[in-house]
Structure formats: C-alpha cells, structure tokens
C-alpha cells in the first residue's frame, strides 16, 4: 500500500519554497535572529526563527498562520497541477497554536477578531470553496496525525485525493511559558549536541497534495508507504521511550520494512535534552551501531516550527532522496551519550544513495507520530 | 464519495455504548431531551479533587465526563477511578474545543506583560496547546491509541464523530473516547458575546463486531456522516455514507424520527424546498444549554441515544452550522433496532 505525493509547498525562516528551504539546509544556513516584536525586557530567551513578513517592522500582525497556509497550499496545489477548487477535496490542517498569536492580539491590543477565524475552515471555503476541512490542534506531532488520517480517507473510499498542510506562528503565551519552564536560556537550537540548552520556537507552513496514484506521467515526489500515531499515556510535556519505540514498530510494520531497509531519519530533534536524550536512545537500540541510517534534524536551522514541523521534515525527506543529498545538523559538534552511534550528519550535507526515510514528530500531550518514505523512481 | 480505485474494506459499524455528562444543572442524558431531576452537575463543586490538581478548566471538564462515560460503556472497573479495563494500546481519544485554553492563552499573555515570564506558572505549559484535554484524558485512563483533537468551529463536535468513525473503521482502534468540551471563562466570554455552556460531554464509540465480541450494550449507531457546503449538501453526503460505508449499504434519511439542529426552528438554513430533512420532532438543545460550540455536535448525539433508549427502533439525524459559518456536518444515527 502506498501514496504519491504530487506536490509540496512550504515556507521557513530559511526559504520561501519547499526547494528554496532544502538548499539553506544543505547549505548550514540557520534563521535564527531577535525576537522581531516581543518586548526582550520581558523574556529570559531573546531569539527565535521568524519568518520576516510584517508590514512594518516591529509591529505584530494578526492572521499570519492562515496567511501562510494558504501559500503553501497555493503552492502545492501548482506543483502538483491540481485546480484550486477544492470543493471535493478534503483538507487536513495540523497544528500547534492555529490563530492563537491573533487571539493574543485581540485581547492585548484590541485587534479585530472573530470566533471563525479561530480554525481554518473559514479561510480554506473562501480562498478554495473548499468546505471538508479540518483543523487538528495536535501539537508537534499535528502534520504527521493529519497525514495519517489523510491515508486513512483515501483507503476508506472517502476521496482519491487529500490536501495534508500545517502552519504556526509564535505566540506569547507558547514562547513564554516554555521560556519560563526550560532551565537555560538557548543561544541557538542545537539538537543532539552536549551544548544544547533547549528548544527555541520557529515559524512556517508545509502542505501536501496525496493522491492513491499519480496520472501517468505526472512527477511523484515521494512514495508514502505508513504512517504511524499513538499517545504515551504518562505525561503532558515529557516524552516516553516506551510509545515511541511503539509507534516506530507500528510504523515499520504498516510498511512492511525492517529498520535495517530505512536509509535516512528525519529526527524529530527538537533539541531539549529530555527529546534528544530519549529519541537518541530509542533510535541507537533500533539503528544498532555501526551502520544504521544517515540522520539530521532540520529544527537545527529553521527551528521548532511546531505542528508543521513533521511534515516540513518530510518535504524535507522527499527532495533528499530526490538529490541524494542530506542537510547536516548545524552545530553538531560533540554528540550526547546516547546519540554517539548513530550517523548524524555533520558540518556539511553528505551525499548518498537513499531510498527509504523514516520520519518522525512528537508532540505534547504524549502524542506521537512516524512516517516512512520512498523514493519515487 | 466513493473512490474508483480501492474496494471498501468489509463493513464495520462504530457504535455508541456509552455516554457521560459534566453539564450545568444536568445528570443524565435524558434531561437533554426534557427530563427533570433535582441537583445536577456543579462546576463549583464538581470541580474539585486530587486528580484535577493544576489542570486547566477544560481538561477538569472532560476528566468528569469521560470516567461516567467509560462507565457507562462497561469499561471502568468496580472502584470506578482505577481500572480501565478496555484496551489501552486499541483505544482513541478524540476530542473536540473551540476555545477550551482561550482564557489560559490570554491570561498568560497578561501575566508576561505585568511580571514578564518570570510571573507565568510552570505548570501552565500544556495549557498552552489544545490538545492538553485530550492528553489529560489519555493520562487519566490509559489511552494509548491515536489522540485527535479538533478546533473545527461550530462543527466541530460531530467532525469529531466522523473521525472517530474513521480511526475506528480503518482499524487504528477498535474504540474511541469522543469527548467535548468548552469551558467559560472572561475571554471566552467576551468573544462570544455570551457565556460558553462551561461543560462537557463524552461518547464511547466503538466497532460494532468489538461491541458484539465483548457484550456490550449497543445504544446507537453512526450510519452516515459528511461535512457540506451547505444543510443539503451534508444531508445528502451524510446519506452517502461516510467513512466506511460500502455501496450496498441502505441510506439513512431523509425521514428521520428526531432532528437535532443548532438554531430555532424555520432558521435551519436558506429555505429549500423539498427540504432536505423530514423530521417527526426537531430539537435545539442551545434553547436550553446556549452556547456549545465545539461541545454541540456531541450533546446532540448525546440526546439521540437518551432518545433511542425509550425508541430503540428510531433514528435521528444532527446537524450543526449554517449559511454563516464555513461548513455545515450532519450525523445520521439510528437505535438499536435498527440496527439489529
């Protein structure tokens, strides 16, 4: 079983196309700057990967996340010659915050807002008509969840092709609570590095189109062959070694692969040392060393872009195999203990021969989310 | 839609078998349909307790509507708190709020620009993605399946219903805990321009072969589901099936028993004619509860099984949204009979 993946659109601090992004990637170009419009005096973390699109600099603006989205779904809906009538198509938005930072502006400062603007159903029928949309709040593993259930359609005989997208921007209360709660001040997002301080907050949207089969002829960026989801169960913010190496096995299995099939790991990486501790271990007793897949983590150079994240390191997967290129972890200079076997990328992109690649997402409230991708040839 | 490519999978039925309540003034479902009983739940009391320490309003919410309604279910063991005695590694949460952390988000916006960070809690981390409900739920009674949660505005509680639908007839879980929830609050308040229901309501759905397998008591059946541009788009849709459905499958509707909608009479959409539905009696549980938001869709399915269990033999159809709102989503259920 299998979906192809015909087009691919997304925006980061480090690009403004899915292609555009992966050459700042391959290149250890990081978009990391200042906070663009939060008052520093009342943050301990002074820096974030934003996207810099405000009308005038240092004045916040609401409706930015559906902003994006609807470019990277204009996006993908071009790459993949696909009309932009979506009145048939269902689309599947993951994400962190939805208009959280809109809803932030309203009640400090007296923006406009309305409750509909909350989802992106009301953006998507009037850009699309598009009225089989649905918003997923499912934190960091939202695009991934949101995959899933967009195979899930197309097998249950709901639709022959499904629009899969997230966006966030960065909220107040998101950044400052997590500021407030993680014990160093990052200087930058440095995942598996014994430097890293914890996890700093990005912005950008990822959409996808996924169809059953690709028309003949027509270009296939990715073949996705599973995607796994489930819940720890144990803790609101802290991962769970024992639910991520399940949703992985369950991963693999819907796939019918073995690790030892898996070129490439797009890691989730966020960066915190309780995420890279964790994932590194469950991923070493998975990839025994030596050998094993080549490995990065994009959040080092765009971020946490959060619900988007997951699949923005898909996008990310799929132009890889495509070019037999890797992006290298930017800053990885000394591996934690844990992540010492395995084959991160380092100082520059690697080149190689890749056919499969495993992704993953976790997110608060325990959730996980994996996928695998093929090379389409 | 039917897809030319894949055969439908063989069919599989989700079923309702359990509800539970945490809505002002209420105790059971039957008094959505107009039943009186004294008391009720008391968010001022009913609020309280060990297990809800440092959790946001919405997750208390949920918490004391999802043990009744995995009680409910027979899927709590005999001192109730402990056991979930289902499969935790089979069963879904899904969860629908449109403005279940608003209050908490605005707050800590406010407390960052009086105190800077430094003023924020550390607990308030979760509270700062929506999908904390439903991860406090999975907590609580060890629901490792797939967590959904949907902000999916005013239809957002039978999307919900749809997609747990969905996880359950793809098999990525044989049951689903389908919670919603919108809790009041200042912000919430001012947005709306009136106070939110501050309650919660949750659904046990499950496939009817894991119900059967089990000896559970079916109380309703989600025979059709759609999400439309408009009242007969999703009518019709819904009639079509939903996730699932095989083409050999008898349509639900038009003519349904009880019309559960979210709005008063003669204001169900443009006028249409013929009107899409054929209902004996129509029921609008805001006239009575207000504001519901991403909660409604579950009330009404609520109220469709608390009717099934005096007319096992009826079917019912909900619906929520209209002509101003994005979308329109309709569930179609029947009772037991039915089905049988």
Known sequence: MSWDITGMGALACVGGTPAGIFDSLCAGRGGLGPLQVFDHEKYRARQAYEIHDRARPGVDEPGRATRWL???????????????????????????LQEQRSAELWWREGAPLEPDALHFGTALRE???????????????????????????????????????????????????????????????????????????????????????????????????????????????????EGIARVLRETHRRAEIDPA???????????TPKNDSTEAAVLSRMFPAPGGPLMTAIKSMTGHTLGGSGLLSLAM????????????????????????????????????????????????????????????? | MSSAHSPAPARREAVVTGVGLAVPGLTLPDELLGTVREGGFDPRTGLLGRDLRHKDRASRLALRTAAPALRDAGLLGEDGSAGYTGNGDATAVVVSSNFGILDSVCSFADIIAR???????????????????????????????PSVTLCNGPTSGLDALYWARALLVAGRAETALVVGVEPDGEAV??????????????????????????????????????????????????????????????????????????RPAGEESAPE????????????????????????????????????????????????????????????????????
């Open chain 2, 189 to 262: 308040a001012k947005l709306l321009g009136a106070a939110a229901v501050d309650g919660a309501v949750a659904l046990v759905v499950e496939t009817a072969e894991h119900a059967a397998a089990r000896g559970a008591r079916v109380r309703a059946t989600l025979s059709g589901c759609a999400r439309g541009a408009d009242l007969t788009a999703a009518v019709t849709a819904a009639r079509a099936g939903g996730p699932g459905r095989t083409d050999g499958a008898e349509a639900p509707g038009p003519a349904v028993d009880l019309w559960l909608t979210d």
């Open chain 1, 127 to 241: 850009r699309y008509g598009a009225t089989r949309t649905y918003t997923f709040a499912n934190a960091c593993a939202a695009t991934l969840y949101a995959l899933a259930m967009g195979t899930d359609l197309i097998e249950l005989g709901e639709a022959d092709t499904v629009v899969v997208a997230g966006t966030d921007a960065i909220g107040e209360s998101a950044f400052g609570t997590l500021d407030r709660v993680q014990n160093d001040v990052p200087e930058a997002l440095r995942p598996f590095d014994r430097s890293h301080r914890g996890m700093l907050m990005g912005e950008g949207a990822v959409a996808v189109v996924l169809t059953r089969e690709a028309a003949p002829g027509r270009r296939v960026h990715g073949r996705l062959r599973a995607v796994g989801m489930n819940c720890d169960a144990q803790h609101s913010t802290a991962p769970d070694p």
């Open chain 2, 115 to 145: 105190d800077t960070v430094l003023g924020l809690a550390p607990m308030g981390l979760p509270q700062t993605s929506s999908n904390v409900i439903a991860g406090s739920v999975a907590m609580a009674h060890g629901l490792r399946g």
């Open chain 1, 261 to 271: 099939d898996i070129d490439l790991v797009l890691l989730h990486g966020s960066g």
């Open chain 1, 317 to 377: 997967g799929a132009l890889a195999l495509q070019r037999g290129q890797v992006p290298p972890v930017l800053g990885l200079t000394d591996p934690i203990e844990e992540a010492a076997g395995l084959r991160l990328v380092r100082e520059e992109a690697a080149t190689a021969e890749l056919g499969l690649a495993q992704i993953d997402a976790f997110g608060f409230g325990g959730i996980n989310a994996a996928a695998i991708l093929e090379a389409a040839r």
């Open chain 1, 70 to 96: 609807l470019a990277a779904i204009d996006q993908a809906l071009a790459d993949a010659g696909h009309s932009e009538d979506l009145a048939e198509v269902p689309v599947l938005v993951g994400t962190t």
């Open chain 2, 273 to 340: 004619d013929p009107p899409p539905v054929r209902a004996a009696a129509v029921l609008d549980p805001t006239a009575s509860l207000g504001l519901c938001s991403g909660a409604l869709g579950l009330l009404q399915a609520a109220a469709a099984v608390a009717h099934f269990d005096t007319h096992a033999a009826h079917t019912a159809l909900a619906t929520c949204g209209g002509p101003e709102d994005d979308a329109v989503a309709a569930v179609f259920l029947s009772g037991p009979a039915r089905t049988a």
